[in-house]
């Protein structure tokens, strides 16, 4: 090109297509602008006179984010720029942390997102502080998308066999005692603490209730034996008039805390199960009765509304306060004790009508037996007797 003229014109198209490129970005009414190639001096000294922000080679996953955030498209032209392509925020500013400055977009309509900003002594410490961020949100995805949980892979650090073993054994030993009259509730010592340990061994681990087998059922059998057991002692308090001595009263508020503690484990765990693999439903404590409130004569749990589990081994911790093998043992003691008592009434009745038809021998074994149906203060004073003579 030998003319001037003809080289200006063509230096000066451009800057009129730069020039009209520019003036349709302000035009759109847009407020920030972001490019993936770099904007040179001029289109950001034009911007910046027309109070527009804009910044250059943006990484492509950032103007991803922005656009999901903002509802903004990509464009790669700027003819027919319409007011649907563009986005919106509540706030964008610029600061600066540290040597960097980032450019915060605040309140997004579409953001579901949040940055964060890590800061330490050291690069190192940086590094190990992002690794451990991004292990934890990668397990808050994986749990948020898959709604199906299999316990286990992760719970092996915390649950061991020992734990689960020792559960079962403490639950069978409180179940198949026979339990004592005498004692709080009817329930022995070792009986009662046998069941706290199940239900704490649960408290402390409690993916003890996915373990498979009846390790379920049989915690929620050991939480109504509790139930039993407190309705027990709270009875004594209030049958004798005087309040209980500290021992008691410790044991009590020992047992409450241990229930409340695994009743509320318990609740939640049946909520998630199937109807028919639940057991029984943990009854609330009437915590005003503790107080002088409440009914007179109520039960401090009542177990009369209780859901109970469609197993008849179950239903039996919650009709007859004790397992199934220990309510067998009890009714065959009982019917053994009953037979007995009819021989023995038989027996006295024979003697005092002067049957002729009953044995010697079993008539003096009726008059040992009447003999010594004596208590302990009077055999004491009849073995002192024989020892003097």
């Not at 911007?47 to 790669?76: H, N, P, W, Y």
């Not at 059998?221 to 309705?231: D, E, F, G, Y």
């Not at 001595?245 to 484990?265: H, I, P, Q």
Request: negative net charge.
């Amino acid at each position: 090109m030998k003319d001037p003229a003809k080289y200006q014109e063509i230096v000066d198209a451009e800057w009129n297509i730069i020039y009209d490129k520019l003036a349709k970005c302000v035009d759109s009414g847009a407020k920030v602008i972001l490019s993936r190639l770099a904007i040179g001096d001029l289109a950001t000294q034009y911007f910046a006179d027309r109070g527009v922000f804009c910044a250059g080679r943006v990484a492509e996953e950032d103007l991803l984010r922005v656009t999901k955030s903002t509802g903004a498209r990509i464009q790669t032209t700027v003819n027919d720029l319409t007011p649907d392509q563009m986005g919106t925020c509540e706030v964008f500013e610029e600061k600066q942390v540290g040597n960097e400055r980032f450019n915060l977009f605040r309140g997004c309509p579409g953001s579901k997102t949040c940055t964060l900003v890590l800061r330490g002594g050291a690069e190192q410490f940086i590094e190990e502080a992002a690794r451990s961020l991004n292990d934890a949100i990668e397990i808050v995805r994986r749990a948020v998308k898959n709604a199906a949980i299999v316990p286990g892979g992760g719970g092996q650090g915390t649950v061991s066999k020992n734990h689960g073993h020792h559960l079962v054994v403490s639950a069978m030993d409180a179940f198949l005692e026979g339990g004592d009259e005498e004692e709080a509730g009817g329930f022995t010592d070792s009986q009662i603490q046998g069941l706290l340990s199940v239900c704490n061994t649960v408290v402390e681990h409690p993916l003890l209730l996915y373990q498979a087998g009846p390790t379920y059922h049989m915690i929620a059998n050991a939480a109504v034996l509790l139930c039993h057991l407190l309705n027990g002692m709270h009875a004594q308090r209030g049958a004798g008039g005087e309040p209980p001595g500290e021992m008691e009263a410790a044991l009590f508020d020992e047992v409450l805390d241990t229930y409340l503690s695994v009743r509320k484990l318990l609740s939640i765990h049946r909520r998630k199960l199937p109807v028919r693999l639940r057991c029984h439903g943990i009854p609330r404590p009437n915590l005003a009765a503790l107080g002088g409130g409440g009914e007179p004569g109520a039960p401090f749990i009542d177990l009369g509304e209780t859901l109970m589990c469609g197993s008849r081994g179950c239903q039996g911790f919650v009709l007859m306060a004790c397992s199934p093998c220990v309510a067998a043992e009890r009714a065959r003691a009982a019917a053994q004790k009953q037979e007995v008592a009819a021989q023995q009434e038989a027996l006295a009745n024979g003697i005092d009508a002067g049957l002729e038809d009953i044995s010697e021998f079993d008539k003096e074994l009726f008059d040992l037996g009447q003999e010594f149906d004596i208590d302990d203060d009077a055999l004491l004073s009849v073995l002192s007797q024989i020892v003097a003579t």
